[in-house]
């Protein structure tokens, strides 16, 4: 891929985001490596799958976030990657491993920011018993689920979904959205001035 910028794509879960980043012709970016805190994690089998490096990095073997932070920072450097996509990434990172790749790190977000951050953001929607909910597409900051907003997408809440039905729906916007971000990030089209966020 000529001209493409190489990315690193951090999981710990099923990776159906990563795979749609793999799936993606166009995507202007290559995934040098795929990280994962879970060694069983299935984003793993489908980076392998895709001939793209991986490395488990596991909570547990390190004393402190910090610590754990800086051999994730030290992987993705070491791969040469620009930008970095947390795709189901279920760790914080430390400030300073955030700094190290500021505005230049994405997250994906099971909700409309600023609703429902942090985990089980999905069962938090349907437990309040909002009418909509969505997809949100961030850039990392030092808080959790709190950096500007790249871009969003509303999903509708539906009698009798439960959590598992609502993230599905979700997750169909998830794929699409978060592909288009990524492209346009790539190709230098997003511009972020504080927490305004500029599609060129
Ligand atoms: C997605 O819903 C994403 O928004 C959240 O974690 C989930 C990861 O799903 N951060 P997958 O592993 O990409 O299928």
């Known amino acids: 891929m000529e001209g493409a910028i190489d990315i690193a794509v951090l999981a710990s879960g099923s990776g159906t985001n990563l795979q749609a980043l793999i799936d993606t012709p166009d995507l202007g970016a290559k995934i040098r490596l795929v990280v994962s ?11 392998s799958g895709a001939g793209i490096e991986t490395r488990v990095i596991e909570w547990g073997d390190y004393e402190s976030r910090e ?5 994730v920072v030290d992987a993705i450097v070491d791969s040469g990657s620009e930008m970095v996509v947390l795709a189901g990434f279920m760790r914080i990172l430390s400030a300073e491993a955030v700094s190290r790749f500021k505005d230049r790190t994405l997250n994906i977000h099971p909700s409309l920011l600023p609703a429902f951050p942090g ?3 999905v069962a938090q929607a349907i437990k309040h018993g909002v009418k909509v909910s969505g997809v949100t597409v961030h850039v990392v900051d030092e808080k959790v689920d709190h950096g500007p907003i790249i871009a969003q997408r509303a999903v ?3 009698p009798g979904d439960d959590e598992a039905s609502l993230h599905a729906r979700i997750q169909v916007e998830e794929h699409d959205l978060l592909s288009k971000v990524v492209r346009a990030f790539a190709a230098g089209e997003i511009e972020i001035q504080g927490r305004e966020v500029i599609w060129r």
């Open 67 to 71: 610590s754990f932070s800086n051999a």
């Open 37 to 47: 805190d879970k060694p069983k994690a299935n984003a793993l089998s489908r980076a």
């Open 119 to 121: 985990t089980d953001a």
């Open 156 to 158: 509708p809440v539906l």
